[in-house]
Each structure stands twice: as C-alpha cells, then as structure tokens.
C-alpha cells in the first residue's frame, strides 16, 4: 500500500467537488443494497466511467454500463482523476470506473475486498475529500490482524500487489473534521467522499472487443 499525504491541493479538492456536484444532475446518488438480504449499505454512491460498480439484493455486486436507478450511462472520469493515475499507477491503460462513496455523519464501510474486477493486477487508487476517516488494513483472508491509519482530505492511497485483494474498509469518519462539504448543494450535513479509481477489464480484452 502506498499513501500520498495532501496529493491533491485545497483548489484541486474544490475543483473535483464542483466535477462531483455537476455530475450528480445526471447521476444522482443511490443506496447500494447486499445481496441476498437487501440490507441497503450506509453509504450512498454514483460512478463515473465506461463501466459503473453497483449492487442490488436481486443481482448482487457488478459492473454496469448504465446508472442503476435512470438507467443511463455514468459520467465522464474526470481528467484530474484519470490525470492522477497515469501519474501514480504507472498501469498502461486508463481506469474504467470510478466509484464516488458519500459517507454522510454515522457512515461507515465494512471490512471488503475489491474482487469484482476481471484484472487484478491493476492497481486501485482512492481519494479522499471532506472529513478525516480511519482507514483499516487487513490481509487477504477475512479476519486476523488489521492495521488502522487516518486519511484526510485530499489524501490519495493505493491498494497494489500484495494489498491488491487485501480486506479493507473505513469503521469511522471524524464529523466536523473538514468544512469542505459544508454548504454544498448536494452535502449540506457535510461528511466525506470517497473516489476509487478501478481497471475492471484487462487491456488485451478491450484491443480485441
């Protein structure tokens, strides 16, 4: 795992925070619910990309092309996202989904591994925006030894080769620790966003599609 401190600048968060508000219009947010049971998950989310990540009780976790309420296509990634990865991933073709996790006050994220994706030896890189939040480690077996770090906003970190399929999740967000959301529109509790970048497809499948 890789962390970048502070990666992206007070202007840059605001930037992707106005890219976020503006793609909301087209993608509004949505409550995720788990398989089988349809428990909704505590977040709520959007995507943006070719390819969108989404989970319902009838068909369980997915990548889909379309937005999973309008039936849409996602919003573009934005270029200071996709700009960000070619930068810090070193992969050689661009990520095709980017799911945006709002963490609203009480919010958390379950212990998970990323495993939907047919490529794993694509990296996953996340964002953070708004409150402070402690990101828990574990391996790549559910249970055993985890480890914990804060993460803030503007923060980038990277899950990659051996923390790739690693357990992971978020178990609090700091409310009040950011005023990056605050009267925002679509925020107005404030809270975090979270954005993870994603390769879903492996590259030699998109070259013959």
Known sequence: MRIFPSKLQKS??????????????H???FVPKMPRTGKPFSVRMTNFGVLGWVSDQK????????HLETGKPWPH?????????????????????????????GAKMGMHQDKDEHDFDAPVLSISLGDRARFRLGGTKRGGKT????????????LEKETRLAYHGIDK??????????????????????????????????RSS
């Open 27 to 29: 993608a509004p947010l």
């Open 12 to 25: 840059q968060q605001i930037e992707l925070l106005d890219h976020i508000e503006q793609a909301l219009i």
């Open 147 to 158: 480890s914990a770090i804060e993460i803030s906003s503007g923060d980038v970190l990277i």
């Open 59 to 66: 068909n369980g976790y997915r990548y889909q092309k379309e």
């Open 77 to 105: 990634i934005p270029s200071i996202l996709t700009d960000l990865w070619e930068e810090l991933t070193g992969y050689p073709a661009p990520p095709e989904a980017c799911l945006v996790n709002y963490y609203a006050p």
């Open 173 to 206: 967000v700091f409310q009040g620790s950011s005023n990056l959301l605050e009267n925002r529109t679509h925020f107005p509790n404030g809270g975090r966003i979270n954005l993870t970048l994603r390769r879903v497809t492996k590259p030699d499948a998109i």
